[in-house]
């Protein structure tokens, strides 16, 4: 159930260095001391969840178990509809240990190849507590797939997503400007007219 967030900190429950920049640049207005996983040494939980919503909770709940702090992660991914609905909640899977997004991209448009280009990424941020207390966010944004990759801002499947109504792909636009409009935003939306509104 959302409340307002009083604390002064927060673990950011992720291991991915774009999303930590990404999600400080969002909170940096409410001036909360934003933490990341790695800076703290928290080990990666296993994503063992059938949703983005079960394993954004299960993030979570792992790195308030480990600090006694609040904690916020986000789950990700993209979701072709020709590919039924994958990579989606495996997006970083298919990108490999070594987190090769230039393989996924490749192996996604191998798999797509002259098939419907539709597109969306999702993101389900999860906001736990010590005290149990959790709440759940998602934000969706549809496109199509480009292809060759275009840009090198961004991270994940970035650079081959466009946005419906736009003409550059995420890995093109500024930072600042994809920041406003992308899937995160709209569940980072949410979450701040719950919570921090």
Same mark, same amino acid.
């Given at each position: 159930? #959302?409340?307002?967030?009083?604390?002064?900190?927060? &673990?950011?429950?992720?291991? @991915?260095?774009? =999303?930590?920049?990404?999600?400080g640049?969002? *909170?940096?207005?409410?001036?909360?001391?934003?933490?990341?996983?790695?800076?703290?040494?928290?080990?990666?939980?296993?994503?063992?969840?059938?949703?983005?919503?079960? @394993?954004?909770a *299960?993030?979570?709940?792992?790195?308030? =178990?480990?600090? $006694?702090?609040?904690?916020?992660?986000?789950?990700?991914?993209?979701?072709?509809?020709?590919?039924?609905?994958?990579? %989606?909640?495996? $997006?970083?899977? +298919?990108?490999?240990?070594?987190?090769?997004?230039?393989?996924?991209?490749?192996?996604? @448009?191998?798999?797509?190849?002259?098939?419907?280009?539709?597109? $969306?990424?999702? $993101?389900?941020?999860?906001?736990? +507590?010590?005290? %149990?207390?959790?709440?759940?966010?998602r934000?969706?944004?549809?496109?199509?797939?480009? +292809?060759? #990759?275009?840009?090198? @801002? !961004?991270? !994940?499947?970035?650079?081959?997503?466009?946005?419906? %109504?736009?003409?550059?792909?995420?890995?093109?636009?500024?930072?600042?400007? =994809?920041?406003?409009?992308?899937?995160?935003? %709209?569940?980072?939306? =949410?979450? &701040?007219?719950?919570?921090f !509104?």
């Amino acid at each position: 159930m #959302p409340r307002r967030f009083s604390d002064e900190r927060l &673990v950011i429950a992720s291991h @991915n260095p774009g =999303k930590i920049v990404e999600i400080g640049a969002l *909170l940096a207005p409410y001036r909360v001391a934003t933490l990341g996983a790695a800076e703290l040494g928290l080990a990666e939980p296993e994503e063992t969840g059938a949703t983005f919503e079960e @394993n954004a909770a *299960l993030k979570a709940r792992a790195a308030v =178990k480990a600090t $006694s702090l609040p904690a916020l992660a986000d789950d990700s991914g993209l979701v072709v509809p020709a590919l039924d609905g994958a990579p %989606g909640i495996y $997006s970083a899977r +298919w990108a490999g240990p070594g987190r090769d997004f230039s393989a996924a991209m490749e192996r996604v @448009n191998r798999e797509l190849g002259t098939r419907d280009r539709s597109a $969306s990424f999702v $993101s389900v941020l999860a906001l736990a +507590w010590p005290d %149990g207390a959790e709440a759940l966010f998602r934000g969706e944004v549809s496109g199509t797939l480009a +292809w060759p #990759p275009r840009g090198d @801002n !961004g991270f !994940g499947f970035d650079p081959i997503f466009v946005l419906d %109504g736009h003409r550059l792909t995420f890995g093109e636009m500024a930072p600042e400007e =994809k920041y406003r409009i992308d899937h995160r935003a %709209g569940a980072f939306a =949410k979450l &701040v007219a719950a919570c921090f !509104g």
